[in-house]
C-alpha cells in the first residue's frame, strides 16, 4: 500500500516569487491536512480538504492556499514568498479526519527561500 | 500561547532501561492526545494515541498515560531500545466543527537511547 507523498522534496525559491507543493495521499482517503515544520514554531496546522472543500483553517495569512482535487490529491501554493516561510511543509492524509488517530504523514517537502 | 507543551528538549535514557517523556496541555476542549516520532528526514509516525474519556492506553512497549485534571500526559517506553532514538511529537486534537480535526504539536522531545 503506497504511501502519502508529497513532491517535491527539496525545493528553492527566491523572496517574492510563489510556489505550489504536492500531496497525492493514500488511496481511498478523502482527507488531506498541510502543517507547517519550523525551528522555532514547531508544526503549526495550515488546513484541511476534504473531498474537495476546505474544511478548517489555521492562523496563516492569505499568501497560504490550497486546493483539493476530485482523485484528492492537493496542491497548495504560497504567494510572496518571505525568508521566514522556510520551513518542512508536511501534509497528512486519512479517511475522514475523524477521529484523527487515523493521519498518516508524508516526508515533507523542504522549501528554501533565498 | 503554546496550548502543548513539552518542556524537555531533549532525554537519554540507557537501552533497557523506562523512557518517559512528558507532555502539558491548556485546551480543556481537546479530545484526543497522540504521540509521533519522527526521525529526521522523515514525517512523522504514528505512535499511540488516547481518548480524553481514559486515562491510559498500552500498545506493547508504549504505554501513555493521561491525567486530566493536571492536564498532563506522558509516554513510557519499556524497555527503551536504540532503534527508539528519535524526536517524539505529542499531539492534541480538537473537533473544528464540520467534523475536522486539527493537530496542535508540542515542540518536541528529542529522545536518545544509549546502548
Known amino acids: 500500500k503506497a504511501g502519502v507523498t508529497q513532491t517535491p522534496r527539496y525545493l528553492i525559491k527566491t523572496r517574492g516569487q510563489q510556489v505550489t507543493l504536492s500531496c497525492s495521499p493514500i488511496?481511498?482517503?478523502?482527507?488531506v491536512s498541510w502543517y507547517q515544520q519550523t525551528p522555532g514554531q514547531g508544526l503549526q496546522f495550515l488546513f484541511e480538504y476534504f473531498s474537495e472543500t476546505q474544511r478548517n483553517k489555521g492562523n496563516f495569512p492569505g499568501r497560504f492556499s490550497g486546493r483539493q482535487f476530485s482523485n484528492s490529491r492537493s496542491e497548495m501554493n504560497v504567494s510572496t514568498l518571505e525568508l521566514g516561510d522556510s520551513a518542512l511543509y508536511l501534509c497528512a492524509s486519512s479517511y475522514s479526519g475523524t477521529p484523527p488517530t487515523g493521519y498518516t504523514f508524508g516526508s515533507g517537502t523542504r522549501l528554501t527561500v533565498v | 500561547d503554546q496550548q502543548v507543551k513539552q518542556n524537555s528538549p531533549s532525554l537519554s535514557v540507557q537501552e533497557g532501561r523506562i523512557s518517559i517523556l512528558n507532555c502539558d496541555y491548556t485546551n480543556s476542549m481537546f479530545d484526543y492526545f497522540l504521540w509521533y516520532k519522527k526521525y529526521p528526514a522523515e514525517g512523522p509516525t504514528f505512535l499511540i494515541s488516547?481518548?480524553?474519556?481514559?486515562d491510559k492506553n498500552e500498545d506493547g512497549r508504549f504505554t501513555v498515560f493521561l491525567n486530566k485534571s493536571a492536564k498532563h500526559l506522558s509516554l513510557h517506553i519499556v524497555p527503551s531500545q536504540p532503534g527508539d532514538s528519535a524526536v517524539y511529537f505529542c499531539?492534541?486534537?480538537?473537533?473544528?466543527?464540520?467534523?475536522?480535526?486539527?493537530?496542535?504539536f508540542g515542540k518536541g522531545t528529542k529522545l536518545s537511547v544509549i546502548p
Open positions: 499531539a492534541a486534537s480538537a473537533n473544528s466543527g464540520a467534523g475536522s480535526y486539527q493537530l496542535t
Open positions: 488516547i481518548s480524553s474519556i481514559k
Open positions: 488511496s481511498g482517503h478523502r482527507s
